[in-house]
């Protein structure tokens, strides 16, 4: 017994030594990667810190297209960063924003509209940061120097996702596959929030605009990630005979369903190819670095960082992904010429000569592009013929909360 | 002899008599290194990161700068009151698992308050106001399972359980109804430049007021235990019911009694969770704490003592976790993993502690030998 215990204990030093050893060589190793770092911190010029606040982590592709693009942008201009990841939308962002102030960062940003009111807090007590968040609507009214919001046209991408799946809808009309009325489309939505309902707007009218005969259903799953619900949600529309699946909600659960099923699928906040090869069609994303490089070159230079920032295709902040195998032929001649059109003017996503409500075109409607108290609508926002969508002295987040006909609400509960 | 030898099991495991403190602790010792060996182990072969700089990154998390260490105190406090809360109920054997549910309920009174009374009445009246319907209400959703236990004996397991998610709901349906702005599902900061039912800071300080309030009712509930008639009654009912009965305990008096105490801690936490810390309501807001406080509760064998320890070492296990995350670009998941092991150990010691293990002796002259 006694032999046992000795061996035992002998066998332990020994692995506690070895233990020792490796973790000294470890900590040594840590010390020169440390070291080399500040001197590569000392090299560039801007004094920028910039800190990161995500909902989720890379597992959500809206999270992970923020990530990237802050990655992206902060190694492009060398500037030291720091990313928290998993914030929820409470106290904790409040925490995470002071945190990041605490450490030196001079430039915070969040990437949940949930976000807001507690990054308007952190701003209130760190005037001396930058507090930029992506999706609020507060910024115009809040009367804070350094708290901004941003967003980015994403419905004329939508537009021209749209345009994507209503090619394929053509190619399946001709191939004999479906007859022109059954040309029915699914959305996953997250909540009934102008948001949500300003990208599948637009992003049918994008479908109806090459195939007239396109109608669609939207279901909503009341989370902005929830992969088992949205899912569940695709695969409600596909019984319901939708031939062709799109979402706003952040998990691949909507894009692995319609690739279960064999249902062709416009994904959103980046390509989903690689893990649904036979049904990706293409997917809009807003591409954050030109927001990111517009706030650093602001800051380096003094100037001040717009309270609302729109960014659009011409930013290169609206972006498509390529083509996936399920896009119908000719689809990027069709998306190309739309963009061009975009760009110039000469089309407008939200033209009021191409949608009705209650079978009425509509010639005014005042928006709520005010967060106040009384959630009236405040500004008109139907200017020169289109309904002005993130347009010049309202707000950057989306304000567009019409129900338009050809487009069916499932479940309106959220 | 050696026949009789063999039908002896190899491992035989009997009850200990109680441990000296000296040893117990020393187990409990021996097991967070033997989990922190586990970690470093795991750490290593996953991530190939150095463990020790780990460790560093788990204690920078809970106490890297002022505002980390309040922080980290005020989350323990949560988490001990809410323990707290639970025990009472614990110690009488009645298993309310329903302490996410009464949070929650109380947390939803207060936002009721500042959302329907914010601006009618000044901070003056609506903070009482408040501090009243929380506790009700936490008290009242605590009261409804009791009174079917007692009343007809039902299984207080699944009814405090079912009761969390008519809470959960409750505050689901009430986001929805309350929600700014439109369609958005949240509710945001309620009153955020009036401050109308905000908790007052305490000398300037934000995290102040949670962490005075759960000394205080630390304290309080030691001596509500282990020193009045009615902690005496409810472990007696804890014991054995029978024996209560006999010796004149009202048996369904003291389950609701202890019912309503452990409900309306509850909604006090509810109440400092929304009018003192986050100041809003979600369905999220506790966080599932009113789950771990279970097993903080049962860590600390019930004692209020012991439990600020254990609701510690589960904060700040979960801070350090999340730090980790951040540092070392790691996923969240991994941090869990960690904190996961690390329970393990602590809560699988309390085995060797109430149990001896002894092997079977090869035979009597070997035993002689060595």
């Known amino acids: 017994m006694k032999k046992i215990t000795a061996l035992v204990l002998s066998l332990v030093m020994a692995l506690g030594l070895v233990a020792c050893g490796s973790a000294s060589e470890n900590n ?28 989720h982590d890379e597992n959500s592709t809206y999270d992970l297209n923020f990530l990237n693009a802050a990655k992206e942008a902060c190694e492009k201009a060398g500037i030291e960063y ?17 945190e990041l102030a605490d450490n030196g960062c001079n430039f915070i940003f969040a990437d949940s509209f949930g976000h807001e009111d507690y990054m308007i807090e952190a701003a209130k007590e760190y005037p001396e940061v930058q ?18 919001n941003a967003f980015a046209s994403i419905y004329e991408g939508r537009y021209l996702a749209g345009i994507a799946a209503g090619m394929k809808l053509n190619e399946m009309i001709e191939a004999g596959e479906i007859t022109e009325d059954q040309a029915k489309m699914g959305y996953v939505g997250a909540f009934t929030y102008a948001e949500v309902i300003s990208g599948y707007t637009s992003f049918f009218l994008g479908a109806r605009s090459v195939c007239p ?35 706003h909600a952040d998990s691949m659960g909507a894009p692995t369903a319609c690739e279960t099923a064999g249902v062709p699928d416009v994904s959103y906040n980046g390509s989903t190819a690689s893990a649904c090869p036979n049904t990706f069609i293409v997917s809009s994303r807003i591409n954050w670095v030109p927001y990111f490089e517009y706030c650093f070159d ?3 230079n003094g100037t001040a960082i717009a309270t609302d920032w729109s960014g659009t295709i011409e930013t290169g902040s609206v972006v498509l992904t390529d083509l996936g195998s399920a896009a119908a032929e000719g689809t990027q001649e069709a998306i190309d010429a739309a963009s061009a059109d975009i760009v110039a003017g000469n089309l407008h996503v939200f033209d009021t000569a191409t949608f009705t409500v209650d079978g009425a075109a509509v010639t005014s409607y005042m928006a709520d592009v005010d967060t106040d108290a009384n959630y009236e609508g405040d500004h008109e926002v139907i200017v020169d013929g289109y309904f002005s969508e993130s347009g010049e002295g309202f707000r950057s987040a989306p304000y567009f909360n019409l129900n338009i006909d050809g487009i069916s609400l499932l479940d309106t509960a959220f | 002899m050696a026949k009789a030898e063999n039908h002896e099991p190899f491992i035989h495991i009997s009850k200990r008599d109680v441990l000296p403190w000296y040893k117990s602790m020393g187990i409990r010792a021996v097991a967070i290194l033997a989990a922190l060996v586990a970690c470093a182990i795991v750490t290593m072969v ?9 460790y560093a990154a788990i204690f920078r998390g809970a106490f890297g700068s002022a505002r980390k260490t309040w922080v980290t105190l005020q989350s323990m406090s949560i988490l001990l009151l809410i323990s707290l809360a639970l025990t009472p109920a614990f110690k009488m054997r009645f298993w309310n698992i329903g302490g996410e549910g009464q949070v929650l309920i109380g947390g939803l009174a207060a936002a009721a308050c500042m959302i329907c009374l914010g601006g009618k009445l000044s901070n003056g009246v609506l903070i009482p106001v408040m501090i009243v319907a929380s506790i009700a209400a936490g008290a009242f959703w605590a009261f409804i399972p009791a009174f079917l236990k007692a009343k007809w004996n039902t299984n207080e397991t699944l009814s405090t359980l079912m009761m969390n998610y008519i809470g959960i709901q409750l505050v689901a349906y009430f986001t929805v109804y309350w929600e700014v702005p439109k369609g958005s599902g949240k509710i945001g900061i309620i009153n955020q430049n009036g401050n109308e039912g905000w908790l007052p800071q305490i000398a300037g300080s934000k995290y102040l007021l949670a962490i005075i309030v759960a000394v205080v009712v630390t304290i309080a509930m030691y001596i509500y235990l282990n020193y009045s008639k009615h902690g005496y009654e409810l472990t007696v009912v804890g014991e054995s019911e029978q024996t209560a009965r006999y010796v004149g305990i009202k048996v369904s008096k003291v389950i609701i009694r ?70 070392f670009g790691l996923n969240h998941s991994f941090s869990d993993i960690l904190t996961g092991i690390i329970l393990f150990f602590i809560i699988g010691c309390e085995f060797f502690i109430t149990y001896k293990i002894s092997f079977r002796k090869k035979n009597g002259k070997e035993e002689k030998a060595s």
């Open chain 1, 28 to 55: 040594a190793s840590n010390n020169a990667q440390a070291s080399t770092e500040q001197g590569a911190s000392v090299e560039t010029v801007s004094n920028i810190k910039a800190g990161f606040i995500f909902l």
């Open chain 1, 82 to 98: 720091e990313i928290k990841t998993n914030i929820p939308e409470g106290q904790e962002c409040y925490e995470a924003a002071c």
């Open chain 1, 131 to 148: 507090f930029c968040h992506a999706t609020g609507t507060k910024a115009h009214t809040e009367g804070l120097d350094n708290y901004h």
């Open chain 1, 213 to 247: 005969s396109a109608t669609m259903e939207v279901t909503f799953t009341g989370s902005w990630y929830d992969e088992t619900a949205e899912k569940e949600g695709a695969n409600k529309l596909i019984e319901n005979g939708c031939v062709l699946i799109s979402q």
């Open chain 1, 298 to 300: 602001c800051m380096n």
């Open chain 2, 46 to 54: 996953l991530t190939g990161d150095n463990p020790i700089s780990i």
């Open chain 2, 258 to 327: 202890t019912m309503l105490l452990s409900g309306a801690i509850c909604g006090l936490v509810g109440l400092l969770l929304v009018a003192g810390i986050n100041h809003t309501i979600t369905t999220t807001i506790t966080d599932g704490q009113g789950f771990t406080a279970v097993m903080v509760s049962w860590m600390a064998k019930f004692n209020p003592i012991y439990m600020i320890f254990a609701s510690f070492l589960i904060v700040f296990l979960n801070r350090g976790a999340s730090e980790i995350s951040t540092a």
